[in-house]
């Protein structure tokens, strides 16, 4: 087959970051948060993403003071195995911080996979959470666009669209009692030019046509398994 060439897929960015949830700054506590899975990435700015699963979380963590304390407490962590039982249901508690040195979140997600009866594999993708407070439609489970928008003559980007934080407590609208899931949060920034515009604007020449002008730079958590 032919060879794999970094960087020869039209559609990626520049680069990526990889952060764990460490108790303290060592070399121990870093490699402890690599072995309970508490990693999360992002595809460059320095975004923070917290994800947790309980089956006692409601509403009343989005004004907890000490949130992530009491999640620690109620629940389970990215990466983590949440076993449920008799007939409860999971929650989970998402909470992004934007990179005050990037762009603006847009919006948050929950990305569920399962596998049904028939054994087929299948993935679901929830908005969770939009700027500015707007409600996701409760049929499509999508955030109405918030019209942020780039000029790629100068990657000038909408202005005062956008939050520095999205936080929310979800439930599965579609959860089976009894089928195994994993769940893993992402959350996308408003929409920034590509590397290779910022490259096509500081030559004074036009973008090239075969690649995509914009990216939604994003972060995601990695898994908790829910059973």
Known sequence: GKPYIAGSVPSFGASGLAGVWAEANTREDIY???????????????????????????????????????????????????????????????WAQ???????????????GWVNDA?????????????????????????????????????????????????AVWQDPDYVLGQPAFYYARVLENPSCRWSTWDAVRAGVEPRPDFPSTIQERAWSSAIQVR
């Open 32 to 94: 402890d948060a690599f072995r309970r899975r508490e990693t999360f990435a992002t595809s460059g700015p320095r975004i923070s993403l917290r994800f947790f699963a309980s089956a006692e979380f409601d509403s009343g963590l989005l004004n907890d003071r000490d949130a992530v304390a009491t999640a620690y407490r109620l629940g389970t962590s990215m990466g983590g195995k949440l076993k449920l039982e008799n007939d409860a249901r999971p929650s989970f508690f998402i």
């Open 119 to 167: 054994g087929e594999v299948k993935e679901a993708i929830y908005d969770v959470a939009c700027a500015g407070g707007v409600p996701v439609d409760a049929v499509t489970h999508r955030c109405p666009d918030n019209n942020a928008s780039v000029d790629v003559r100068s990657c000038e980007a909408t202005a005062n669209t956008g939050d520095t934080q999205l936080k």
């Open 98 to 112: 934007s990179d005050p040195e990037s762009y603006p979140l847009q919006r948050m997600q929950v990305v569920k």
